[in-house]
């Protein structure tokens, strides 16, 4: 049938379907290859401290990938989560599966409208963001959505802070942020920057001043929706900054585990390559025996607002306990939130979910 359809086509419109498949075929190629290459550099750096993965496991890594996720392609990140592990486990979701087939069959466009910061608050439904000022398509709102005059800016954002951050739409791993004052407020270039929101800059609890005062760590809580609608958290993890950078990245970021019961953080921390570390690397605080505070709330929370975006059904909330004890949102990552580190570190997360039948579906 596919064949007599094409038979129909006008050669020009034929050269044209045959460019973008062919476009297709090398976005997907150069996608797949890169985690191919990041998971191979992890998987180095691991065996140098755990040793070499098991031949038996990276057996079952490319039998799993192949007979069950349907590509031989997927084993790569099996073999890091199984060289971490020292084991192999059946659930374990590769983080390019997850990226080319769970987040466009459990999301669809609804996760990417987590990139237009500036609807977040409306969207979520919630005061736990830490607005101030949107600016959207050359204009700029307060966060009731009055228009408010350039000339007016500057005087609005620091109304109550020294200090304020500005996060441009579609920003991720930590780009796109910047820190400002009054002296490095240059509202030009934060038009020629883009659309996004202006945010108060949040005093954090003591806890995580202790590991880093410098700037405002991260507790990363991932929750899913389930099949019958439920709500339910999967995994947590604590990102701290290195003192060279102003806020939070992943290219630097120290993450730690942490326990989804008791909110108890892993004794062993990780760096960007994944080696491990018992205490931060520049202030040397150590990781085993502390407890994030508060942190039966900020699964509360991120439980309660998911309720209000469930068509996006994997969500990852970046929030933090500030020094008044109250949880504050600071951004959510609908489309590409990250899994692998906590797939790796305490996974399976999500083998109850279906998620490996989900290539064979339309």
């Known amino acids: 049938m596919l064949i007599a359809r094409l038979h129909k086509i006008r050669p ?57 996720l349907g590509w031989k392609g997927y084993a790569p990140w099996l073999e890091v989560y199984s060289a971490f592990a020292g084991e192999f486990k059946e659930g374990w979701i590769p983080d390019n599966y997850y990226g080319s087939v769970v987040i466009p069959k459990t999301k669809g466009l609804y996760g990417r409208i987590s990139k237009a910061k500036s609807l977040s608050k409306k969207l979520l439904n919630t005061n736990r963001l830490p607005d101030v000022v949107y600016h959207v398509n ?7 959505w009055t228009v408010l005059s350039p000339e007016n800016v500057e005087k609005h954002v620091f109304e109550n802070d020294s200090q304020i951050v500005y996060k441009a739409d579609d920003s991720n ?56 609608g439920k709500i339910s958290c999967r995994a947590a993890y ?17 993450k730690i585990p942490v ?19 018992k205490s931060h690397p520049d202030t040397g605080v150590t990781f085993e025996g502390k407890f994030i505070p508060n942190f ?14 469930p068509c996006c059904r994997s969500i990852g909330w970046d929030v933090v306990v500030d020094k008044n004890g109250t949880v504050r949102l600071m951004e959510w ?23 490996e039948k989900l290539w064979k579906s339309s």
């Open 12 to 68: 020009r419109h034929l050269d044209v379907l045959r460019h973008k498949l062919i476009a297709a075929f090398n976005s997907d190629a150069a996608y797949h290859y890169g985690h191919k290459r990041n998971a191979m550099s992890l998987l180095k750096n691991i065996e140098s401290e755990k040793g070499k993965l098991n031949p038996r496991h990276k057996k079952l890594a490319l039998e799993y990938a192949h007979d069950v």
């Open 138 to 144: 050359g204009l700029f709102f307060t966060p009731d």
């Open 173 to 228: 791993q930590g780009r796109g942020v910047r820190i400002l004052t009054k002296e490095t407020f240059d509202l030009g270039e934060i038009c020629r920057a883009g659309n996004g929101v202006f945010q108060s800059y949040i005093k954090q609890n003591a806890f995580f001043d202790e590991f880093m005062p410098n700037s405002v760590a991260t507790l990363r809580i991932t929750s899913v929706v389930e099949n019958s």
């Open 238 to 254: 604590l990102r701290i900054a290195r003192t060279t950078d102003s806020h939070v990245k992943s290219a630097s970021a120290i």
């Open 259 to 277: 326990d989804l019961t008791s909110g108890k953080l892993y004794a062993d921390g990780y760096s960007p390559d994944m080696r491990s570390l």
């Open 296 to 309: 039966d709330d900020c699964i509360i929370f991120a439980l309660k607002t998911h309720q209000a975006m």
């Open 333 to 355: 990552n609908g489309h590409g939130n990250d899994i692998k580190f906590s797939e790796a570190t305490r996974g399976p997360c999500f083998a109850d979910l279906g998620w």
